[in-house]
């Protein structure tokens, strides 16, 4: 059996908008109604919402067959938290919290196997289909995905040191927890953190990371997209994975990704190469 192919992993290297969901429910009836409406990715949060491992074991087999990513967020930045998430199924982490370097280089040894890592080795979990997948223990590191979360004044300033580490395959700037750091709790349409998270967007793109944010406003995502948007054809360009947590019409979230409006909202997503 091969190893899953990561395609929200390989998307983002590709400078490709993806858009996705954010499943708080804690619910594989929930998860197994979202997979197929139109989202690229769907994340399984255990930070913010009462999800176990056993919660997620059956929300990740709801979506799997799905047209979306599933996407887990650990509670913290912890080794245990992460090696078990991995080990039930997961590929594509978003570890929050992040404060500098030192903490992104730890949570990239938790993800990858000795020598390069700190990732316990199970012979028989979900993630090797429990053995079945050929030379899991020597391929699973290149089909892993690591999303960092910055959401604080202090880790902006860290901001390129952060997304410059090895392993890290994108940034979320976390809005919520940024403005009530900036002062505005509550508040992240404020224009400080408005204007510290487009700042944030502008410098990851100049070193072509990823980046990330949430919104539950449709006039945002697009300003936010538009936020990673090159000024010209010669400019460097990264992805922007656009989050949406509302009752978004099917027809809005599918006007962006149709061929019609590309020019608009995603040209720098398939025009351009990059090495993000």
Same mark, same amino acid.
């Given at each position: 059996?091969?190893?899953?192919?990561?395609?929200?992993?390989?998307?983002?290297?590709?400078?490709?908008?993806?858009?996705?969901?954010?499943?708080?429910?804690?619910?594989?009836?929930?998860?197994?109604?979202?997979?197929?409406?139109?989202?690229?990715?769907?994340?399984?949060?255990?930070?913010?919402?009462?999800?176990?491992?056993?919660?997620?074991?059956?929300?990740?087999?709801?979506?799997?067959?799905?047209? =979306?990513?599933?996407?887990?967020?650990?509670?913290?930045?912890?080794?245990?938290?992460?090696?078990?998430?991995?080990?039930?199924?997961?590929?594509?982490?978003?570890?929050?919290?992040?404060? @500098?370097?030192?903490?992104?280089?730890?949570?990239?040894?938790?993800?990858?196997?000795?020598?390069?890592?700190?990732?316990?080795?199970?012979?028989?979990?979900?993630?090797?289909?429990?053995?079945?997948?050929?030379?899991?223990?020597?391929?699973?590191?290149?089909?892993?995905?690591?999303?960092?979360?910055? #959401?604080?004044?202090?880790?902006?300033?860290?901001?390129?040191?952060?997304?410059?580490?090895?392993?890290?395959?994108?940034?979320?700037?976390?809005?919520?927890?940024?403005?009530?750091?900036?002062?505005?709790?509550? @508040?992240?349409?404020?224009?400080?953190?408005?204007?510290?998270?487009?700042? =944030?967007?502008?410098?990851?793109?100049?070193?072509?990371?990823?980046?990330?944010?949430?919104?539950? @406003?449709? #006039?945002?995502?697009?300003?936010?997209?538009?936020?990673?948007?090159?000024?010209?054809?010669?400019?460097?360009?990264?992805?922007?994975?656009?989050?949406?947590?509302?009752?978004?019409?099917? @027809?809005?979230?599918?006007?962006?990704?149709?061929?019609?409006?590309?020019?608009?909202?995603?040209?720098?997503?398939?025009?351009? =190469?990059?090495?993000?």
């Amino acid at each position: 059996m091969d190893l899953p192919r990561n395609s929200f992993k390989h998307a983002i290297a590709a400078g490709k908008l993806q858009i996705g969901l954010w499943c708080s429910l804690c619910s594989n009836i929930a998860a197994d109604i979202v997979r197929d409406s139109g989202f690229d990715w769907l994340l399984l949060d255990t930070e913010h919402s009462p999800n176990e491992i056993p919660d997620l074991v059956g929300q990740l087999q709801a979506v799997s067959g799905g047209a =979306a990513t599933p996407i887990v967020r650990p509670a913290w930045n912890d080794i245990v938290l992460i090696k078990r998430c991995l080990d039930i199924g997961t590929q594509t982490l978003l570890v929050p919290y992040v404060q @500098n370097a030192e903490e992104a280089k730890r949570a990239v040894e938790a993800v990858r196997y000795p020598p390069r890592g700190v990732r316990g080795v199970a012979v028989a979990s979900r993630a090797s289909r429990y053995g079945r997948v050929t030379d899991y223990l020597k391929k699973a590191d290149s089909e892993i995905c690591l999303l960092v979360q910055v #959401e604080t004044r202090s880790a902006l300033e860290q901001l390129e040191a952060i997304a410059s580490v090895d392993g890290v395959d994108g940034v979320f700037i976390g809005p919520s927890d940024l403005s009530a750091s900036l002062g505005h709790i509550g @508040n992240p349409a404020h224009p400080e953190p408005q204007k510290a998270m487009q700042d =944030a967007v502008t410098r990851l793109k100049k070193i072509g990371k990823p980046a990330g944010i949430l919104t539950g @406003n449709e #006039e945002e995502i697009r300003r936010y997209i538009s936020w990673a948007t090159p000024s010209s054809r010669s400019a460097p360009t990264s992805a922007c994975w656009a989050r949406a947590r509302t009752r978004w019409p099917r @027809n809005s979230r599918a006007e962006l990704h149709d061929p019609s409006s590309r020019e608009l909202v995603i040209l720098c997503w398939n025009r351009f =190469a990059t090495s993000s």
